[in-house]
């Protein structure tokens, strides 16, 4: 199952460690020193080129990667909901 995070892209949703809203995260040390850090080693994946709400760090075969969304928390939360509840998941 998968997923859709923004324009073409959908992620595993197995592979998701966490969804995160930019604006409310960022603003603590440490949070803002892992996104830099991500970025400078190239582990960023832009979904849209508008202003960014939301980022999502996924982990698959020992890599890391953290996308960065214009889609809200919320929006993806109720996707992901939508799609265990088709897949037969109580929630």
């Known amino acids: 199952m998968y997923l859709h995070i923004g324009n073409e892209y959908s992620v595993r ?3 998701i460690i966490g969804i995160f809203d930019i604006e409310n995260t960022t603003i603590g040390k440490y949070t803002k020193e892992y996104l830099e850090r991500a970025e400078k080693d190239k582990l960023c994946v832009y979904t849209t080129s508008e202003m960014p709400k939301s980022f999502i760090v996924a982990f698959k075969n020992g ?3 953290v996308y960065i969304s214009q889609l809200a ?3 993806l939360k109720r996707r992901l909901n939508v799609t265990l509840c088709e897949a ?3 929630i």
Do not use: R, W
Request: no cysteine.
């Open 88 to 90: 037969g998941f109580k």
């Open 63 to 65: 890599i890391e990667t």
């Open 13 to 15: 949703i197995s592979d």
């Open 73 to 75: 928390v919320s929006t």
